[in-house]
């Protein structure tokens, strides 16, 4: 495959992951996954799991991707969420999507705002890495119960 390829593919797939994001179909958006990948959250590990924050933690498979977008949707309040994408960077099989996601958590009704950026990889037109960096602090505060607060750590 040619660079030019590749990076036609690949922002292809990204563009499509996007859309069916916003559709908010789990299964549909599983479809871009490969079988088996790197799935990764910048989260401290211990956060990982927490009944507050389920959707926060590693994934392997496509099911597990699905699992993902059921779980992150079950946590937020349907209607009350708006992504911004700013930019879509590609090289070759190699995607940077940098943006800002609006939510509003369901158990805490607390609105935030989260800085984010995910780094994906598309080999043969399947997406095979998706490591997520955002604003975890403004994630945790919205989930957390009034009465604990959540500090930074230095």
Known sequence: MTTTTAVTT????IEELLRRIGAGDPERIA???????DWKLNWPQDEHG??????IRHRATRADAAAHY?????QHVPGQAA????????????????G????????????????????????????????VYEDSLAVA??????ASSVRPTR
């Open 10 to 13: 690949t922002r292809s797939v």
């Open 31 to 37: 479809e871009l996954y490969a079988d088996e990948g």
């Open 50 to 55: 927490r009944p507050e924050t389920p959707w």
């Open 70 to 74: 059921r779980e992150l949707a079950a």
């Open 83 to 98: 992504t911004e994408i700013e930019r879509i960077l590609v090289d070759g099989a190699e995607a940077v999507v940098l």
């Open 100 to 131: 800002e996601i609006r939510q509003t958590a369901r158990t805490t009704g607390r609105a935030y705002r989260a800085r984010f950026a995910l780094h994906l990889t598309v080999e043969d037109g399947l997406i095979v890495r998706h490591h």
């Open 141 to 146: 505060r919205a989930f957390t119960p009034a």
